[in-house]
């Protein structure tokens, strides 16, 4: 069983501080306490998201987890593909260097895992027959 922490972006992190910072020193200023109480809520929500999304490779599935909002089991034998992956959709990817799997017939997601190599090379260990494209 080993985790994959993923991957913390700056392309992301940053909008979100300068969005969350300013609306909160914006409503702060204005003595607006409830709007900036709503906005730390807010902001310790996305603290709280990017800390605890993970991969966990576990045997014959792949693990998925961030924070109560995905919890995701795939079977590693119903990988089809692996790809690079910069797309900006919603995803539990916590950076935009992103990795596309491919499961099932018509299934996929997103993720960032921080150790991509090793991540992969866990799992084509487990299923040789996963297609790797990530140059």
């Known amino acids: ?8 972006g700056y392309e992301l992190v940053i909008p979100i501080v300068l969005i969350l910072g300013t609306t909160f020193l914006f409503m702060a200023y204005q003595h607006i306490w409830p709007g900036a109480a709503v906005i730390l809520v807010t902001g310790l929500f996305v603290v709280h998201v990017f800390a605890t999304t993970f991969y966990q490779i576990d045997g014959k599935h792949v693990i998925i987890k961030s924070s109560f ?6 079977d590693i ?15 539990p990817a916590t950076s935009l260097d992103r990795l596309e799997i491919l499961y099932n017939k018509f299934d996929t997601i997103l993720i960032s895992p921080h150790d991509k190599d090793g991540f992969i090379r866990e799992l084509k260990m487990i299923n040789p027959d996963i297609e790797i494209r990530v140059d």
């Open 77 to 91: 034998q119903a990988i089809r593909k692996i790809s690079k992956s910069n797309n900006f959709i919603s995803s």
């Open 1 to 8: 069983m080993t985790i994959y922490k993923s991957k913390i």
């Open 69 to 74: 909002l995905v919890n995701k089991h795939i």
